[in-house]
């Protein structure tokens, strides 16, 4: 195999690369969108929850015909401890994105290398024709010269045989 062809089978590959490496990047994408919109999920729902069990424990609190003192008691600590709470991110959800960000980063430096490889495979195929053209391994044959030699070869055959 010369070595235009194999520099030509190498920027194939490298293409090819390429663009898997790309889908991989948009796919790291697609999931770090889906893990925020799915903890923006759970913090809104958390939230809400936690709204309406504030609403019911007030309506405890408020409850001074039905409720004991004992019981609104109870229901006002737990009101002040769930008011202090603030819905918030998980160590895991926070440990899942970082990952994927770590993956995306590393397909990212992946994907410069390819394309850092695809830019010297591009240039070396450039060189390797224009040095098959200036060497004539591309094309050994004048083609003006071969076409002189038909010419020759009927003008010659029409003088030994006629024409006819």
Request: glycine share 0%; aromatic share 4%; hydrophobic share 35%.
């Given at each position: 195999m010369s070595e235009f062809t194999k520099c030509a089978a190498r920027l194939d590959q490298l293409a090819e690369d390429y663009r898997i490496t790309g889908l991989s990047i948009k796919c790291a994408n697609s999931e770090l969108v889906e893990i925020m919109v799915g903890v923006s999920t759970r913090l809104r729902q958390e939230?809400?929850?936690?709204?309406?069990?504030a609403k019911e424990l007030r309506a405890t609190i408020a409850d001074t015909a039905n409720r004991s003192a004992i019981v609104r008691k109870m229901a006002a600590?737990?009101?002040?401890?769930?008011?202090?709470?603030?819905?918030k991110i998980t160590p895991e959800e926070r440990q899942m994105f970082q990952e994927k960000?770590?993956?995306?980063?590393?397909?990212?430096?992946?994907?410069k290398k390819i394309e850092q490889d695809l830019r010297n495979t591009r240039a070396e195929?450039?060189?390797?024709?224009?040095?098959d053209f200036t060497l004539l391994k591309?094309?050994?044959?004048?083609?003006?010269?071969l076409s002189r030699n038909i010419e020759d070869k009927?003008?010659?055959?029409?003088k030994r045989f006629g024409e006819g």
């Open positions: 939230q809400r929850r936690n709204e309406d069990r600590q737990e009101l002040e401890r769930l008011e202090a709470v603030t819905p960000i770590d993956e995306a980063d590393s397909t990212l430096k992946d994907m195929i450039k060189r390797r024709l224009e040095e591309l094309y050994p044959l004048d083609v003006q010269l009927q003008a010659e055959f029409s």
